[in-house]
C-alpha cells in the first residue's frame, strides 16, 4: 500500500497554481520586480518544493523568517537568488549568515552594526536590506534612529545597501487610511538616507494600487491561493482531503463526541474522519465546520478531537460514502480562507497549522 493511499489525510498541492500566482502578482506590479515569501515553510505548503519552482519561473528575490530557514533553503536555489532573513539575526550568528550567501534584513541599530562590524572585520562590503518602521511598531528603525543613521552615515561602512523596506499593517483592508499614511511615512524617512531600491507591498498591498508597488513587491499568502482582495484573483493551489474511517447510524437524541456536545435531533448517519487538532484541523472549527463530498455539505457532528473529527452525513444517500473514501476539507467548495472563517481566525492560520501527518503530493 502507498502511504498516499493509507494515509488518514492526502494534501495536494499545486505547484504549477504557485507558478501562475506568481506571474499574476509579477505583471499586476510592473514594472516593480516580484519576490516570494517563504518563511514558515512557504506558509506550510513545502518551501523546498516552492522555492525551486518559482526560481525556475524567474522569481530572484526571496524571503524567510528565520536564519535557519534560510540555511535550509539556500543550497535549494540558483546562485543568483537573493534570499532574506526577515527576523534579521540573532547576536553572534552574523558570519554563518555570511558564510551561507544569505542576506540579512537589519531590523534595528545594534543588528546594523553588527553587520557592519563584520563587514570591516573581513575588509569586504556585504550585502544587506533595511528595515524602517513606517508604523507597525514591530520591527525596523523608528523616525528617531533613522534621524540618527541619516546623521552618522559612517554607521552603514561596509554595509553594501540593497533594498530599504517597510511593512503594511492594514493592506487587508484597502479603506484604512492607515496604509497611505504608512507609505507617506516610509518615503519620507527614506529620502533622509542613501538611494536604494524600495520595498512595502506584501499580498494585500499589491492591490492597494501602483504607488504601494515601489521597486519590489513582497507577497506571500496571495501566492498560496489566499486572497489579496475581492473577489479572490488567486488560482486555488491546496486541496486536502480527509479518510472517512467508518459510518454508522445513529438515532435521535443520541450524542456524538467529547462532551456529547452535538446530539441528532433525528436519525442520521455519522462519519467519523481520520483528521483532527493535531493535524491542525482547528477546535475551533465546533459547530460552524463542515466537510464537502462533490457538492454536498457535510456539517461537522461534535467536538474537533486530536485525531479525528465526525461529519453529519445524512444528506447523503445510504452508502455514498464508506470506510477509505475521500471527503474535501479544503477544496473547490470551501477554500482555506473559508474554513478561517469558521474557524474565526485568517485563512493564514490555516495553511500555517496543516499538519505533519498529511501525505502531500505535489502537482
Ligand atoms: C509575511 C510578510 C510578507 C508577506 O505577507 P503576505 O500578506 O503573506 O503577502 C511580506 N513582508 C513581510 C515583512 C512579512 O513579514
Same mark, same amino acid.
Given at each position: ?20 500566482? *506568481?506571474?499574476?502578482? %509579477? ?31 524567474? @522569481?530572484? *528575490? ?13 543550497? #535549494? ?6 534570499? @532574506? ?11 554563518? @549568515? ?16 553588527? *553587520? ?33 543613521? +541619516? ?18 499593517? @492594514? ?6 487610511? +492607515? ?15 542613501? %538611494? ?101 455539505? #457535510? ?29 474535501? #476539507? ?34
Amino acid at each position: 500500500m502507498t502511504p498516499e493511499s493509507r494515509a488518514g489525510a492526502l494534501l495536494t498541492i499545486d505547484l504549477g497554481a504557485v507558478v501562475a500566482n *506568481w506571474r499574476l502578482l %509579477r505583471d499586476r506590479a510592473r514594472p516593480a520586480d516580484c519576490a516570494a515569501v517563504l518563511k514558515a515553510d512557504a506558509y506550510g505548503l513545502g518551501a523546498a518544493r516552492v522555492g525551486p519552482a518559482l526560481a525556475e519561473a524567474g @522569481c530572484r *528575490w526571496f524571503f524567510v523568517a528565520h536564519l535557519d530557514e534560510g540555511l535550509a533553503l539556500k543550497p #535549494l536555489l540558483p546562485a543568483g537568488a537573493i534570499l @532574506c532573513v526577515l527576523n534579521g539575526l540573532p547576536p553572534g550568528a552574523e558570519a554563518e @549568515c555570511e558564510a551561507a550567501g544569505l542576506t540579512p534584513v537589519l531590523n534595528s541599530l545594534p543588528q546594523l552594526a553588527a *553587520w557592519s562590524a563584520l563587514a570591516r572585520r573581513l575588509e569586504r562590503r556585504l550585502p544587506a536590506v533595511l528595515q524602517l518602521d513606517s508604523g507597525m511598531s514591530r520591527l525596523g528603525l523608528d523616525a528617531g534612529e533613522t534621524g540618527r543613521l +541619516a546623521a552618522e552615515p559612517a554607521l552603514l561602512d561596509g554595509v553594501d545597501l540593497r533594498l530599504v523596506m517597510s511593512h503594511l499593517a @492594514c493592506a487587508d483592508d484597502p479603506s484604512d487610511p +492607515a496604509s497611505e499614511a504608512q507609505r507617506h511615512r516610509f518615503d519620507a524617512d527614506r529620502a533622509r538616507l542613501p %538611494r536604494a531600491p524600495a520595498s512595502l507591498a506584501n499580498s494585500p498591498g499589491i492591490f492597494l494600487g501602483p504607488a504601494f508597488h515601489l521597486d519590489l513587491v513582497r507577497p506571500g499568502a496571495a501566492l498560496y491561493g489566499l486572497a489579496p482582495a475581492r473577489p479572490n484573483p488567486m488560482r486555488p493551489v491546496v486541496r486536502l482531503q480527509g479518510r472517512v474511517i467508518r459510518t454508522h447510524a445513529v438515532s435521535a437524541g443520541q450524542g456524538v463526541g467529547y462532551g456529547l456536545d452535538w446530539t441528532a435531533t433525528a436519525p442520521t448517519r455519522i462519519a467519523t474522519i481520520s483528521v483532527g487538532y493535531a493535524d491542525g484541523w482547528l477546535r475551533s472549527l465546533g459547530p460552524r465546520g463542515a466537510a464537502w463530498l462533490g457538492g454536498t455539505r #457535510l456539517p461537522l457532528a461534535g467536538r474537533v478531537s486530536m485525531d479525528l473529527i465526525t461529519l453529519d452525513v445524512g444528506a447523503l444517500p445510504e452508502g455514498a460514502l464508506g470506510p477509505g473514501d475521500l471527503v474535501d #476539507l479544503i477544496g473547490p467548495m470551501q477554500d482555506a480562507d473559508a474554513v478561517a472563517e469558521a474557524a474565526g481566525t485568517i485563512g493564514y492560520e490555516v495553511l500555517t497549522s496543516l499538519g505533519a501527518r498529511y501525505a502531500r503530493r505535489y502537482v
